[in-house]
């Protein structure tokens, strides 16, 4: 399903593709697309797992990001096989108002519709796992004693401390050519998966506005698509385009030294970790909703960091060690605080030296640990 754009490889995993067979049915009911979507991903997985069972292929373990439907029919195939979802969000009324302030009746209906595949793959599962407290503080109290907390975990070899004050050279895919940064220029820098609200694009443009009117040699970086990514339209975007990059460059046009921000798009997670080493502050903002992998990326890679307080930033990242925290919903303090945090940066502690459990090799050991003990219940029940 994926087009797998780091080329990321695992040793001694073999990589089959699946695609589903055709797009949603737009014509169907606009709460059911989640939906329909959820019922293709099933399919095209069945199809592909039918195909190899045909061969002798027999699991004792599926694992399954669940939400989306990929795992909604493995029973179909494999009956007495063990199921681990991994979840990572449920949208119940109270968190949509959070995530949606103004959100209509309609509104929430349609986004607490979404849970549907994500129930089935739970119900059928034996076990689920969310890396954080907080997500799995929004499952139904009827799911808890499924579910089993287990960070992702961080790749520190990769990401790791170590300031370099050098000349910086990244390429990305929305860039023609490389862009090179000497080594004695500030950089400001932001990225997720999107350009949006939900993610606190707006509030970071406006502040690099202002760093920009207050350092003349500072340049900003934003890297990842020019996107709404997840999946929050019903956030409206105030051009017609519904780009809010559109929106935000035509909103700053008399402020903002174009010369001076650069939008890579996609950059690989090489350039990524040079980045971070490299930047003079990075800005991670979001509305509470999951923590994207790249805060952590960037905190392990001990860069000067600025991110918003919520429940779940403060349970990973602990104020007084590794960031600075602002009010996401008060312009003003972000703009004081990213100007601030530029004339005095603060050099911040590896991830790893922070919060227990957060590294690649944690991860592995405790997924280990909960396969085992489903395997060796699964061959004591067999």
Same mark, same amino acid.
């Given at each position: 399903?994926?087009?797998?754009?780091?080329?990321?490889?695992?040793?001694?995993?073999?990589?089959?593709?699946?695609?589903?067979?055709?797009?949603?049915?737009?014509?169907?009911?606009?709460?059911?697309?989640?939906?329909?979507?959820?019922?293709?991903?099933?399919?095209?997985?069945?199809?592909?797992?039918?195909?190899? +069972?045909?061969?002798?292929?027999?699991?004792?373990?599926?694992?399954?990001?669940?939400?989306?439907?990929?795992?909604?029919?493995?029973?179909?195939?494999?009956?007495?096989?063990?199921?681990? @979802?991994?979840?990572?969000?449920?949208?119940?009324?109270?968190?949509?108002?959070?995530?949606?302030?103004?959100?209509?009746?309609?509104?929430?209906?349609?986004?607490?519709?979404?849970?549907?595949?994500?129930?089935?793959? +739970?119900?059928?599962?034996?076990?689920?796992?969310?890396?954080?407290?907080?997500?799995?503080?929004?499952?139904?109290?009827?799911?808890?004693?499924?579910?089993?907390?287990?960070?992702?975990?961080?790749?520190?070899?990769?990401?790791?401390?170590?300031?370099?004050?050098?000349?910086?050279?990244?390429?990305?895919?929305?860039?023609?050519?490389?862009?090179?940064?000497?080594?004695?220029?500030?950089?400001?820098?932001?990225?997720?998966?999107?350009?949006?609200?939900?993610?606190?694009?707006? #509030?970071?443009?406006?502040?690099?506005?202002?760093?920009?009117?207050?350092?003349?040699?500072?340049?900003?970086?934003?890297? =990842?698509?020019?996107?709404?990514?997840? =999946?929050?339209?019903?956030?409206?975007?105030?051009?017609? +385009?519904?780009?809010?990059?559109? @929106?935000?460059?035509?909103?700053?046009?008399?402020?903002?030294?174009?010369?001076?921000?650069?939008?890579?798009?996609?950059?690989?997670?090489?350039?990524?970790?040079?980045?971070?080493?490299?930047?003079?502050?990075?800005?991670?903002?979001?509305?509470?909703?999951?923590?994207?992998?790249?805060?952590? #990326?960037?905190?392990?890679?001990?860069?000067?960091?600025?991110?918003?307080?919520?429940?779940?930033?403060?349970?990973?990242?602990?104020? +007084?060690?590794?960031?600075?925290?602002?009010?996401?919903?008060?312009?003003?303090?972000?703009?004081?605080?990213?100007?601030?945090?530029?004339?005095?940066?603060?050099?911040?502690?590896?991830?790893?030296?922070?919060? @227990?459990?957060?590294?690649?090799?944690? @991860? #592995?050991?405790?997924?280990?640990?909960?396969?085992?003990?489903?395997?060796?219940?699964?061959? #004591?029940?067999?």
């Amino acid at each position: 399903m994926s087009s797998n754009p780091q080329n990321i490889a695992i040793p001694g995993v073999r990589l089959e593709r699946f695609q589903c067979h055709r797009e949603v049915n737009r014509a169907i009911h606009s709460y059911l697309h989640p939906v329909e979507q959820g019922v293709l991903n099933g399919q095209a997985v069945i199809r592909k797992l039918y195909e190899l +069972s045909e061969k002798g292929f027999t699991p004792n373990v599926v694992i399954a990001h669940s939400g989306f439907g990929f795992s909604s029919y493995i029973r179909c195939v494999y009956p007495s096989c063990k199921i681990i @979802a991994y979840s990572e969000w449920y949208f119940s009324r109270e968190n949509i108002i959070r995530l949606l302030p103004n959100s209509k009746l309609d509104t929430i209906m349609k986004v607490e519709t979404r849970n549907l595949p994500i129930l089935q793959e +739970s119900l059928n599962a034996d076990l689920i796992i969310t890396p954080t407290k907080w997500q799995a503080s929004q499952f139904p109290k009827s799911l808890a004693k499924q579910i089993k907390i287990i960070f992702d975990g961080i790749d520190t070899t990769l990401f790791h401390d170590g300031f370099q004050p050098e000349e910086l050279e990244i390429t990305g895919s929305d860039l023609s050519e490389s862009l090179i940064l000497p080594a004695e220029v500030p950089i400001l820098t932001y990225g997720t998966r999107g350009m949006e609200p939900m993610r606190g694009f707006p #509030q970071f443009m406006r502040a690099a506005a202002h760093a920009q009117k207050t350092f003349s040699d500072l340049h900003v970086v934003v890297f =990842g698509k020019d996107r709404v990514a997840y =999946g929050m339209s019903e956030i409206e975007c105030p051009h017609k +385009s519904g780009s809010w990059k559109t @929106a935000l460059l035509e909103e700053l046009s008399e402020i903002l030294d174009l010369s001076r921000i650069h939008f890579t798009g996609l950059i690989s997670y090489k350039d990524l970790s040079r980045l971070f080493r490299r930047t003079s502050l990075h800005c991670y903002f979001t509305e509470p909703y999951v923590v994207s992998w790249g805060v952590f #990326q960037a905190a392990a890679s001990g860069c000067p960091l600025l991110t918003n307080s919520f429940p779940g930033i403060d349970e990973v990242l602990t104020s +007084s060690n590794t960031a600075e925290r602002v009010n996401l919903h008060n312009q003003d303090e972000i703009n004081r605080t990213v100007v601030s945090l530029l004339k005095e940066p603060k050099t911040l502690q590896r991830i790893n030296q922070l919060t @227990a459990g957060m590294t690649v090799q944690d @991860a #592995q050991s405790s997924w280990i640990k909960v396969i085992k003990q489903l395997t060796d219940n699964f061959q #004591q029940a067999t």
